[in-house]
């Protein structure tokens, strides 16, 4: 575990690194006497630490902490949420529309990852930093909306509405002092800019999106949920870098399209990961699956780039071909 102070009144608490996630973080934004924790962690996050260095702040954290901002609805990033909402008494905020997924975190599994039964139990046993059967939910008392400014003190926030990474996802920008909370819309895991995901409610048009709004603010400070910061330079490569690696991803589920000439969903998604040299952990492989390959398939055939065929009952991929 590691507590940094990345600027004055922003303070990042890291806990251990895992090989299919990177870095859980969590970040305190304080504002004068009110403070913001954004995301809670994993189930073993060593979330106590957030309330002691809040103490260490020389804050009480049941009269100070304001609100506890959930950046998405994903396993990784609600562990702690029950458990902080019960110890500061703050409200919990999160993007609209996904209040249902928090109350009920067992339905993220389904919902969001295509995860029945069987695979939930292998999770499980791969994987214990996503146990959906102790994931506790709580009442959202604060949907956000895009484009709502919060204020902490003297202190402001705006939110975006990113939604690439999944249907809710919000980033969060100081403007002041130009630090940006990214959660998993940049760099989702340290080893490799194309280790990112798009689930179920996901979005490549949005994300593509996103990543250029994000690029235009220019912030001196990115903060994302499972790497290290970037400050300054590096924070305008590591958004570059991440526009780069999301049109590398598109064109290589065309080429893998292209070299089967037609594929079933996991032959493509196999060829991509390859082309790619893409490797999850086991419990990774178990949620991820062929889910980001399945989003840019969709998209690219809105582009009419490709289209989905039935045979045999089968659903296929192919090159759209002009006429």
Request: glycine share 8%.
């Amino acid at each position: 575990m590691l507590i940094s102070e990345i600027v004055p009144g922003v303070v990042r608490v890291r806990g251990e690194y895992k090989s299919s996630i990177g870095y859980p973080s969590c970040y305190m934004f304080f504002g004068d006497d009110e403070i913001a924790i954004i995301d809670t962690g994993t189930l073993d996050f060593p979330r106590r630490e957030l309330l002691k260095t809040i103490e260490k702040h020389g804050y009480d954290f049941q009269k100070h902490v304001k609100m506890i901002i959930i950046t998405h609805p994903h396993p990784d990033h609600i562990g702690g949420l029950k458990w902080l909402r019960n110890k500061t008494k703050a409200e919990v905020a999160a993007f609209e529309g996904v209040e249902e997924l928090l109350k009920k975190p067992s339905k993220i599994f389904e919902k969001n990852f295509n995860v029945g039964t069987f695979s939930k139990l292998k999770l499980k046993t791969l994987n214990p930093t996503f146990d959906y059967e102790e994931l506790k939910g709580v009442d959202v008392d604060h949907p956000l909306e895009q484009g709502e400014t919060l204020t902490f003190g003297s202190r402001r926030l705006k939110v975006y509405h990113t939604g690439g990474h999944c249907f809710g996802h919000i980033v969060l920008y100081d403007p002041l002092r130009e630090v940006l909370f990214a959660g998993d819309e940049v760099l989702c895991h340290p080893q490799s800019p194309l280790k990112f995901f798009v689930d179920l409610t996901g979005n490549v048009k949005k994300r593509e999106h996103a990543l250029k709004v994000l690029n235009k603010l220019n912030p001196k400070y990115l903060l994302p949920a499972h790497d290290e910061p970037r400050i300054g330079e590096q924070a305008k490569i590591a958004l570059e870098t991440a526009i780069d690696a999301h049109n590398i991803w598109k064109e290589t589920v065309i080429d893998a399209v292209k070299a089967l000439d037609k594929g079933k969903l996991p032959e493509i998604g196999e060829y991509v990961r390859k082309l790619l040299n893409i490797k999850w952990t086991q419990g990774m492989d178990v949620l991820v699956n062929d889910l980001t390959t399945l989003a840019f398939l969709k998209q690219l055939e809105k582009e009419g780039k490709i289209e989905k065929i039935k045979e045999k009952k089968e659903t296929l991929w192919k090159i759209k071909m002009l006429t």
